[in-house]
């Protein structure tokens, strides 16, 4: 915790009334709340050397928020709530597809700086940025394939009344082909994108635990601070 750790004198202690003691204790009880809440949280193993002011470890640049020049996001309705357009997004001129739209495959940099979880992110982002790439050409085949569906499905069903049998089992054929295709692609997309959500959970519990942490140290700032108000700053438990 960044706040000085104030303990109670033996004068203090002995003299002061027993609400003052009692005070000082839940506020020496939360400081150690949250300092169990961030060493020996299930979501947060590995870090128990490292706190909310250690230097910034050292990870490849276009893995670091820190190295961003600009920092831009998705609105949350897409469903992208945790990454930041990488960099090379930004140095790279026309490097997403345009014609769809705002697309959310270049924002795949974890939006976590806090030191403990750096490298963990950054193996995060690394792993978003991969499962981008390959979603990306997933995407353009589950397209492409399903607009092809669509043109075998309209010339079969505008086929002339007196059109040989040959001609609508091999428009049958046609539709029954892209038809298992597309099935088949669209249970390659949703196995990436259960991956991403995947990081996506990491993601959270790691934000759920640093809001745990503050809203802890938060509380105890409150507390001490009421029960400075109450005494004079002269008495030696200040």
């Known amino acids: 915790m960044a706040t000085q750790d104030r303990r109670l004198s033996p004068a203090a202690a002995t003299g002061g009334p027993p609400g003052l003691n009692r005070s000082h204790s839940s506020s020496a009880m939360l400081r150690r709340s949250g300092q169990q809440l961030a060493t020996t949280s299930p979501t947060n193993a590995g870090t128990q050397d490292l706190n909310s002011t250690s230097p910034v470890s050292k990870i490849p640049k276009y893995l670091s928020v820190h190295a961003l020049t600009k920092k831009s996001k998705l609105s949350a309705s897409t469903g992208n709530l945790h990454g930041y357009m990488a960099e090379d997004y930004h140095q790279v001129n026309w490097p997403l597809p345009k014609m769809f ?119 105890r700032v409150f507390m001490e601070n009421r029960t400075k108000e109450k005494y004079a700053p002269e008495r030696s438990f200040f």
Do not use: F, M
């Not at 949703?190 to 934000?207: F, H």
């Open 101 to 219: 739209g705002k697309e959310k495959y270049g924002y795949s940099l974890v939006d976590i700086t806090d030191p403990r979880y750096l490298k963990e992110c950054a193996l995060l982002s690394k792993k978003l940025v991969r499962l981008s790439y390959d979603q990306q050409i997933v995407d353009l085949e589950w397209r492409k394939t399903y607009k092809a569906l669509l043109d075998a499905e309209h010339r079969q069903d505008t086929l002339p009344v007196n059109a040989q049998q040959k001609t609508r089992d091999l428009l049958k054929k046609e539709v029954d082909g892209y038809t298992k295709y597309l099935l088949e692609i669209q249970e390659q997309k949703d196995l990436y994108e259960t991956e991403i959500q995947t990081v996506y959970s990491r993601c959270d519990d790691i934000k759920l635990a640093l809001k745990k942490e503050r809203d802890l140290e938060e509380l």
